[in-house]
C-alpha cells in the first residue's frame, strides 16, 4: 500500500514539475511584465514539435535535440515579441488577450498544416527509459529526470532574479520604467530578455511533455492557463 502511494505521488510531482516548467515563464511576462500573454502555451507546443524535428529529421540524440529545440523556440519566440506583442505593451488587458488568443490559434492551424492532426510520440534515450529501484521502491527515471530538472531550473530562476544585474534591471524596468530609462537601463532590450527567457521555459517544458503527457495540435489550448483568463475575465485585469 505503502509503495503505491508513493509511486502516486512521485508521479504527481513529475507532473507538477511539467506544469512548472510550462507555466514559470508566464509568471514572467504576466507577473513582472504584465503582459497577458495567452499565447504562452503555443511556444510550449513548438518546443515539443522542435524536439520530435531535431530527432527524427535532422537524426540528433535526445540531449542535443532538447537544447536545440529550447533554442529555436527562444528566437521565435523573441521574433513573435518584437515583431507583434511588444506594440500592445501597456495597452488594455483585453487587447493583449485578443491578440495572443488569435496567435494561439494560429500556431496551432500552421502546426496542424505542417506535422498533420495526429498524436506524437517520442522515442527516449535508454539512459531515462526503466526504473530505478531503492529497496522496496520503484522510480521510473523519466519521471526522476523531470523532477531533478524542475529544481533545478527553480533554483536557477530564484538565483537569476535575485543575485543577477539582468534580474535586477528587470525588477527596475518593471517597478518603473521611466526611471529605469533615466537610469540607462534599455528597458526594451530587458523585457525582449525576459521574453526570451520565458519562451525558452515553455520550450523546455513543452519539449519534456511529448513522452509524459503526449502531443498533439490541441496542446497549446489544452494547458492554456486558464487561471490567467478567468483572472482577466473576472475583471481584475480590465
Known amino acids: 500500500m505503502l ?4 509511486a502516486v505521488l512521485l508521479d504527481g510531482l513529475a507532473y507538477g514539475a511539467l506544469l ?10 504576466l507577473g513582472l511584465m504584465g503582459f497577458v500573454n495567452l499565447a504562452h502555451m503555443a511556444i510550449a507546443m513548438l518546443g515539443g514539435y522542435a524536439l520530435l524535428t531535431a530527432m527524427q529529421t535532422a537524426g540528433l540524440s535526445f540531449a542535443p535535440a532538447l537544447l536545440l ?9 523573441v521574433a513573435l515579441e518584437r515583431g507583434l506583442f511588444r506594440f500592445v505593451y501597456g495597452a488594455p488587458p ?18 496542424t498544416y505542417l506535422w498533420g492532426p495526429g498524436l506524437q510520440s517520442l522515442r527516449l ?14 522510480f521510473a527515471r523519466y519521471r526522476l529526470f523531470l523532477l531533478a530538472v524542475g529544481l ?23 517597478d518603473d ?34 513522452q509524459a503527457i503526449g502531443l498533439d495540435p490541441g496542446f497549446g489550448l489544452k494547458y492554456l492557463c486558464w487561471r490567467c483568463l478567468s483572472w482577466c475575465l473576472a475583471g481584475r485585469a480590465l
Not at 69 to 77: E, I, K, L, N, Q
Not at 152 to 174: E, H, I
Open 177 to 210: 520604467q521611466d526611471v529605469a530609462r533615466s537610469l540607462g537601463i534599455p528597458v526594451d532590450k530587458v523585457f525582449m530578455g525576459a521574453f526570451a527567457v520565458g519562451s525558452a521555459l515553455a520550450a523546455l517544458g513543452g519539449a519534456l511533455s511529448v
Open 125 to 138: 534515450p535508454d539512459v531515462l527509459n526503466g526504473r530505478v529501484q531503492l529497496g522496496p521502491f520503484g
Open 152 to 174: 533545478a531550473v527553480l533554483a536557477l530562476l530564484r538565483l537569476g532574479m535575485d543575485r543577477t544585474r539582468f534580474g535586477a534591471m528587470v525588477r527596475a524596468s518593471v
Open 20 to 29: 512548472f516548467l510550462m507555466s514559470v515563464g508566464l509568471s514572467i511576462t
Open 69 to 77: 529545440a529550447v533554442a529555436a523556440t527562444s528566437v521565435f519566440g
Open 94 to 111: 483585453l487587447a493583449q488577450v485578443l491578440l495572443t488568443v488569435g496567435a494561439l490559434f494560429m500556431i496551432s492551424a500552421a502546426v
Open 3 to 6: 509503495v503505491n502511494a508513493i
